[in-house]
């Protein structure tokens, strides 16, 4: 499972619900990001957190918060759904060897 | 400003042609430089760094800072090459740094 955890697999939303999708990994990494993957827009950084307790916004952060509590894990809400944020949301992280490891996806719906 | 920039959207060839899928990027730092590749239903996954300067299912990439560019080669295309390539740019530090990717090339190997 590239040692990532991503949770859930798919999600429906109405406009204006909330929701938070979750990461966790167990190869000890600091860094962490959350994507989106649209056609045609290829992924793009939503936040990332270079390490425990650190966040950083990336290309497109309006519209979510994240939280990095402890090392393994890093969350992404959205407070207020909208239909813009229908997408593929991938979570990942790094090491030393640079490498990224990445989790399964989230196929996000908002109608 | 840190970008990296995939012109191709689809790229189609035929079983044994050559294929090169384009890739630059702008960061004035000293880049580290990534091919990623995702198939059909499975999750994301490195192919190449420019750092191993490696051969990986015969794919080659050169980094070429006068160009900011790094391409990826190889000289006969396989249908299970079939799939959707990004380019991907390490800012920062190895173990802290931001990844940030291309838009992404779909690569179409047909019979």
């Known amino acids: 499972n590239a040692g990532v955890t991503q949770t859930p697999k798919f999600q429906v939303l109405k406009t204006g619900q909330s929701m938070t999708l979750q990461c966790a990994q167990d190869m000890n990494h600091n860094s962490m990001y959350w994507y989106r993957q649209d056609p045609g827009m290829g992924l793009r950084l939503i936040y990332y957190?270079?390490?425990?307790?650190?966040?950083d916004k990336g290309e497109v952060p309006n519209g979510y918060n994240v939280s990095r509590l402890n090392k393994r894990e890093f969350s992404l809400r959205l407070e207020s759904a909208a239909p813009s944020q229908t997408s593929v949301y991938f979570c990942a992280h790094t090491g030393d060897s640079t490498e990224a490891f990445f989790g399964q996806g989230t196929r996000l719906t908002v109608v | 400003a840190q970008r990296v920039t995939q012109p191709e959207k689809l790229l189609s060839v035929f079983k044994g042609a050559p294929v090169e899928l384009k890739c630059n990027y702008s960061y004035s730092g000293s880049p580290e430089l990534f091919w990623y590749v995702q198939y059909s239903r499975q999750r994301l996954q490195l192919l190449l760094r420019h750092i191993s300067r490696e051969s990986i299912k015969g794919f080659t990439a050169d980094l070429n800072k006068g160009e900011t560019s790094f391409h990826l080669k190889k000289p006969f295309a396989q249908e299970e090459d079939s799939a959707m390539y990004y380019c991907?740019?390490?800012?920062?530090?190895?173990?802290?740094?931001?990844?940030?990717f291309g838009q992404g090339t779909t690569l179409q190997v047909k019979p």
């Open positions: 957190s270079a390490s425990e307790g650190t966040t």
């Open positions: 991907a740019l390490l800012t920062g530090s190895s173990n802290t740094g931001k990844l940030i």
